[in-house]
């Protein structure tokens, strides 16, 4: 899902004066799409994705899960490759592949020596406007996104839960609908609907090629001009997404479930992300997350674990990274055999509490060390960076948001956290959602 917390876990520097994180160089083609390179030259090895500004929130009405099958089936042939072939090659040539759909972007990506680069170039370039499929090949493939589903959702009760919540706390914005889809519109898509949609979205000025590794933009400029320079420009597109209409009302979601053996306790709430909403506030949430839910040391651990003794764990969890509203939640796994009636207001009163009393300097800043210390780890780890830009670009962000993201948190003070608090929880209506044991008859 994409960078908030990621960029939280992976951006990290000794002082606040270094201007830069990972250093890319950018560049756009003729065609309008966007090139990245981040060089890192620990290992003769490269990491190529591509990014399309699509994902399941770009989905039609009753077609949910089109880009989730879609992403199945670019695994598929082109007009000059056989089904499967260009996995195969990567498998050959010791690389390892995969693709994966959000909300906001669906990703394709490859892992390979140096020296095979231009071949994944070619191969992904290739299916980029050139893929051919079939309604022999639909069907098989839309019954293993059916299976998918049922073994990731029907089977499993938290996933279950959490689709509902999804749908209650989104009205009217497309983030209510499951990115694997709704089973009987994930049943009735059909080639043509698939091949409309891929020639809509499908296309370099709707893409962001980024390349991370033991590579430099000399080296990679002229393979990108090359493979992914030559196929024509396709229409601009307009991301066209709903508002999200005011919360009237708290809701309340339960499900109890045979399957169930620990129960645990969600609230969720309305919060602006990088690109929706009142975005001053951003770089404060991500500190008050820290503050409330982020380990040990924090709020909800102290209070429901540590004094009240009524959790196994208590957390809270916020990431801007979103083209459209983002979620401010918190998570209680409660004591066995504790009453569920007693988390809610200890929640509240922690809330209540940092509100009307503040929150220090100290504190803020050992939430900034923390997220930097931990990231310090993070950072270092390959295909991290390509992620980080991925998600930023596919959402509305830019290349120096996220170098500059050292600079701005640090400048969160104890007042914009109060500010951002208020802003989020303090007369706003929540969804509280409860998984439960189904009772014994």
């Known amino acids: 899902m994409a960078a908030g917390l990621l960029l939280a876990a992976t951006l990290a520097v000794s002082t606040i004066a270094e201007a830069k994180i990972f250093d890319p160089k950018t560049f756009t083609l003729k065609n309008g799409m966007q090139v990245v390179v981040i060089s890192n030259n620990r290992a003769p090895v490269v990491r190529q994705m591509v990014w399309y500004k699509v994902g399941s929130a770009d989905e039609g009405e009753g077609e949910s899960g089109i880009a989730h099958l879609l992403e199945h089936l670019m695994f598929k042939g082109t007009k000059t490759t056989e089904s499967g072939e260009f996995s195969k090659k990567i498998a050959r040539n010791g690389g390892q592949e995969n693709a994966f759909t959000s909300y906001d972007y669906t990703a394709y990506f ?33 019954d293993v996104v059916l299976e998918e589903r049922r073994s990731r959702v029907d089977n499993n009760p938290g996933a279950q839960l959490g689709e509902q919540v999804n749908a209650t706390l989104f009205t009217n914005y497309p983030y209510r609908r499951p990115i694997i889809g709704w089973e009987h519109e994930i049943a009735a898509l059909d080639l043509d609907r698939i091949l409309a949609f891929y020639k809509k979205y499908y296309a370099p000025n709707n893409a962001i090629l980024i390349v991370e590794g033991d590579v430099t933009v000399d080296e990679l400029k002229p393979l990108a001009e090359k493979y992914y320079g030559a196929i024509p420009r396709g229409p601009d597109i307009k991301r066209e997404r709903t508002i999200e209409p005011p919360a009237r009302a708290n809701k309340r979601v339960a499900l109890e479930h045979e399957r169930v053996t620990q129960e645990r306790w969600n609230r969720s709430y309305l919060a602006p992300s990088y690109s929706y909403g009142e975005g001053q506030h951003r770089y404060a949430l991500q500190i008050l997350t820290e503050l409330l839910g982020g380990g040990a040391s924090s709020r909800l651990h102290k209070r429901l674990i540590l004094d009240d003794k009524i959790a196994l764990s208590a957390g809270s969890y916020y990431s801007p990274d979103a083209l459209g509203p983002a979620t401010f939640y918190f998570y209680v796994s409660p004591k066995p055999g504790t009453d569920m009636t007693k988390i809610d207001p200890a929640v509240d009163e922690e809330l209540a509490r940092l509100i ?35 998600v930023a670009l596919t959402s509305g962000g830019s290349i120096d948001e996220v170098e500059s993201w050292p600079a701005r948190i640090a400048e ?30």
């Open 110 to 142: 490859q892992t390979i020596a140096k020296d095979r680069l231009e071949m994944v170039m070619k191969y992904e370039a290739n299916r980029m406007t050139n893929l051919v499929i079939t309604a022999d090949e639909v069907v098989p493939e839309r």
């Open 412 to 441: 969160v003070t104890p007042e914009a956290v109060v500010a951002a608090a208020k802003h989020v929880f303090q007369g706003a209506f929540h969804v509280t959602s409860e998984l439960l044991p189904k009772p014994q008859s």
């Open 356 to 390: 009307q009393e503040g929150v220090t300097k100290k504190e803020v800043d050992d939430a900034i060390d923390r997220l930097q210390n931990h990231a310090a780890f993070a950072r270092d780890n390959f295909g991290t960076a390509a992620r980080v830009f991925g």
